[in-house]
């Protein structure tokens, strides 16, 4: 099926080789390390599928509501990558990180908008 160059994907080609660069190196960051929690292997299970499901979106025709849940997903993402980094180059602890992230996400909530 041939592309029309005016039909707008949900997935933009940059974001693709994005998350394919980010599947390579964790992937790779992977088969170096040889012990992980089993919390944090959950993590980075959901991290790389996560990634996986945006190259699948390459092809799916772009709708608002459809791209606001994708630009959800790639907040939770963000999170995910903090917690990958952080335990595996800052070799912090992952319960630790977890407890400030909610911690955090509470005191989000309870703040208001800013009227500016």
């Given at each position: 099926?041939?592309?029309?160059?005016?039909?707008?994907?949900?997935?933009?080609?940059?974001?693709?080789?994005?998350?394919?660069?980010?599947?390579?190196?964790?992937?790779?960051?992977?088969?170096?390390?040889?012990?992980?929690?089993?919390?944090?292997?959950?993590?980075?299970?959901?991290?790389?599928?996560?990634?996986?499901?945006?190259?699948s979106?390459?092809?799916?025709?772009?709708?608002?509501?459809?791209?606001?849940?994708?630009?959800?997903?790639?907040?939770?993402l963000?999170?995910?990558?903090?917690?990958?980094?952080?335990v595996?180059?800052?070799?912090?602890?992952?319960?630790?990180?977890?407890?400030?992230?909610?911690?955090?996400?509470?005191?989000?909530?309870?703040?208001?908008?800013?009227?500016?």
């Open positions: 099926m041939e592309r029309s160059a005016e039909t707008r994907r949900l997935v933009t080609l940059k974001e693709v080789r994005h998350a394919r660069g980010k599947i390579a190196n964790l992937k790779l960051i992977v088969t170096k390390i040889t012990t992980f929690q089993p919390e944090f292997e959950a993590c980075l299970s959901t991290l790389i599928n996560s990634l996986y499901d945006i190259v979106f390459k092809d799916a025709p772009y709708t608002e509501e459809r791209r606001q849940k994708l630009d959800t997903g790639y907040r939770y963000r999170k995910l990558e903090d917690i990958v980094i952080r595996i180059i800052r070799h912090e602890d992952l319960g630790t990180i977890l407890m400030q992230q909610a911690a955090m996400a509470t005191s989000d909530k309870s703040t208001p908008p800013s009227s500016e």
